[in-house]
């Protein structure tokens, strides 16, 4: 397993939650990290966006003032701190890995190469 998420569960509206991602890539510090999110019969949706360095960060619209991105190279992990959380964030998070440098847009999954399995979080209103 090369990216295994954690930290999903169910919360009320407006609580708040930390997603984890633990790495076991070689070279964790080159790849850049991202976060998705899954409902049923829907595409993946591009949450999060982190450099590989972490100077850089990226949110979607929809989360951005209530989700925050941040990695600690030390640890090869990652992290989405989700607060003020709403029932529209229920889905699957999914943490991914990609090289830092690609034609790809960030917040296309093409962009990354290694995701991990996901992790359930439900808010329930």
């Known amino acids: 397993v090369q990216l295994q998420a954690s930290g999903g569960g169910l919360v009320e509206a407006g609580g708040s939650l930390r997603l984890s991602c633990a790495a076991s890539l070689r070279s964790f510090s080159t790849y850049v990290m991202g976060w998705f999110r899954q409902t049923p019969g829907k595409e993946r949706e591009f949450v999060a966006h982190?450099?590989?360095?972490?100077?850089?960060?990226y949110l979607a619209d929809s989360v951005k003032g209530r989700f925050t991105i941040s990695r600690d190279n030390r640890r090869n992990a990652g992290y989405l701190q989700m607060n003020s959380l709403k029932p529209e964030d229920t889905a699957v998070y999914y943490c991914a890995a990609g090289p830092s440098n690609t034609g790809d847009p960030l917040s296309s999954t093409s962009r990354y190469t290694y995701w991990g399995q996901g992790t359930q979080v439900t808010v329930s209103s």
């Open positions: 982190i450099s590989s360095g972490g100077s850089r960060v």
